[in-house]
């Protein structure tokens, strides 16, 4: 089977569950059902009576099943999928860790999962006392005053924090031009700085991977907005000069925003406000283990200091004079809504019990395992791999291909060889600042021993690629579908099935028909 596609043994190699599947519809036969009504009791109404043309009548061809084949049709397609249940996912940046079930079980108890948006305030007291502690944690975290709940992802609070900028200088009759980036940041913060109406001014780093505090200097003037910047970077670096950097925006009466999608490796230990932050996000779905990815949704809270308070979106939760809690919408300066209702509400829930459940000495050991769980990988593959910044690393370790490409294997090629190995990918070819970037994440959530089986995976394949370069270029082997046309898949998904031959009456769209 998988043995001969690996040079060696390895202590851990898998099969992918490789069952063909066909798609609901072809497996479809007329007269199936999942379902058995009782006989009707009362008498029967005609649709087209009751509702006219509303009736739907061009439903065209709706796959007829029975209850086992959907289940298994359904449970065999989550087989397909990589998931955080069944193995690491070493992404870095991301932040991809475990999902505690304590977050599953407390977000399904049923005040919380009925709650409904248009409750009453007197009925929803719990509700809004979940917001409230929320905010209060998380402002405690990360040492800022104030807090906006609403955002639905990283990127999105980035937008909503960058919002709060612009309002705030043109509160002070100054609107400015320009939003400062290095060039090692994610590339959602250009993306939020021009969608915001800013000229995107490039940082370039130093040696060591941070913001050269001199070019800084040169680049921050009047008309400079803010900086963003991520930190610890996405080379897992801490900027050390952040005081530094604030002084220097701050003496030109621009602002720091921080990217906190690395608030994992600060939680417990510093705290942004304290070092001269202004605004900043964070990622429910990475930090505080709300469910990642397909399992989404995201949340992004934004939290800023005092004197971007007033520009927060609307409603924010208030304790009133009465000592019930409630919502503010009347808020003049506002920047307005960035969500309907309050946010993704389940994921407050679930991030205030992980919150919770750690406690604040739990959260501060997560922080150091996550560090310690980078290092660890850093020393072992070390000499493995090119190391190509020495500068102390927190939770996340970026290596480059440089020893394997002389052979012709390229990051890539590893990412997808891992997969043989039954790892999720690393982050390929990411921060741009590293060639042929391998960036690995570990976080908290994996043990010594699993760290150990993914370093002796890395290994196999170092060695792979020493000995049989072909084998590593043409990987994965072990999967249902192996190297796929990424440039095809992208700009030319297939996106909906089409019936072979189309009984009448039918759905066509024009763009289907090209694909
Ligand atoms: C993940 C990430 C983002 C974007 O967050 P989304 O929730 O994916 O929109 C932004 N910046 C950094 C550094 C990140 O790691």
Same mark, same amino acid.
């Given at each position: 089977m998988a043995v001969e596609k690996f040079v060696g043994t390895p202590k851990k190699a898998t099969t992918h569950t490789n069952q063909n599947e066909d798609l609901m519809f072809e497996k479809s036969s007329p007269g199936k059902k999942a379902y058995r009504l009782a006989q009707l009791d009362v008498p029967s109404v005609d649709s087209v009576a009751l509702l006219g043309d509303s009736v739907r009548t061009d439903l065209g061809v709706m796959p007829e099943l029975s209850e086992i084949e959907i289940i298994r049709h359904f449970t065999r397609l989550s087989t397909w999928n990589y998931a955080i249940d069944l193995g690491m996912y070493p992404l870095g940046s991301c932040t991809m860790k475990y999902n505690p079930r304590v977050n599953e079980a407390v977000a399904r108890l049923e005040g919380i999962a009925e %709650?409904? +948006?248009?409750? +009453?305030e007197s009925l929803s007291q719990g509700c809004l006392g979940i917001m409230q502690t929320l905010s209060d944690a998380l402002i405690e975290i990360t040492g800022m005053d104030a807090i906006t709940l609403q955002p639905a992802a990283g990127a999105h609070g980035e937008f909503t924090g960058i919002l709060l900028v612009r309002a705030y200088h043109e509160s002070k009759g100054n609107p400015r031009k320009k939003i400062l980036i290095p060039? *090692? %940041?994610? =590339?959602t913060n250009p993306a939020t700085a021009a969608v915001c109406g800013y000229e995107v001014a490039n940082l370039k780093s130093n040696a060591q991977g941070m913001v050269d505090v001199a070019e800084l200097e040169r680049m921050v003037d009047e008309d400079t907005a803010a900086l963003m910047l991520t930190n610890p970077s996405t080379i897992g670096v801490f900027e050390s000069e952040i005081h530094k950097i604030a002084d220097i925006l701050h003496a030109k009466g621009a602002l720091l925003y921080m990217? =906190? %999608? #690395?608030m994992n490796a600060l939680v417990g230990k510093t705290r942004p406000g304290d070092f001269g932050v202004d605004v900043m996000h964070l990622n429910l779905h990475k930090t505080f283990s709300t469910p990642h990815g397909g399992g989404g949704p995201g949340s992004g809270p934004v939290a800023c200091k005092k004197i971007l308070e007033p520009f927060l979106p609307t409603p924010i939760v208030v304790t009133k004079s009465d000592g019930k809690l409630g919502l503010e919408y #009347? @808020? +003049? !300066?506002t920047v307005g809504r960035v969500r309907i209702f309050y946010g993704n509400f389940g994921m407050f829930v679930r991030a205030l019990a992980y919150i919770l459940a750690n406690g604040p000495d739990g959260l501060r050991q997560t922080t150091e395992d996550a560090v310690l769980n980078a290092n660890y990988i850093r020393a072992k593959l070390e000499g493995t791999f090119d190391l190509p910044y020495k500068t102390q690393s927190l939770h996340e370790v970026v290596f480059s291909d440089k020893l394997q490409a002389k052979n012709g294997v390229k990051t890539g090629d590893m990412g997808k060889r891992l997969i043989d190995y039954g790892f999720h990918a690393y982050t390929v070819s990411f921060p741009l600042v590293v060639q042929g970037a391998m960036m690995i994440e570990p976080t908290e959530s994996e043990s010594r021993e699993e760290l150990d089986l993914l370093i002796d995976a890395l290994k196999q394949i170092a060695r792979e690629a020493e000995e049989n370069p072909e084998l590593v270029q043409t *990987? +994965?082997? /072990? /999967?249902?579908? !192996? @190297?796929?046309d990424e440039t095809t898949a992208a700009r030319k998904p297939i996106l909906r099935w089409r019936a072979p031959v189309a009984p009448e009456p039918v759905l066509v769209d024009t763009a289907a028909k090209e694909w």
């Open positions: %709650a409904h +948006p248009y409750q +009453p060039d *090692s %940041a994610h =590339g990217d =906190g %999608a #690395n #009347n @808020r +003049p !300066q *990987s +994965p082997h /072990t /999967t249902r579908v !192996q @190297r796929l």
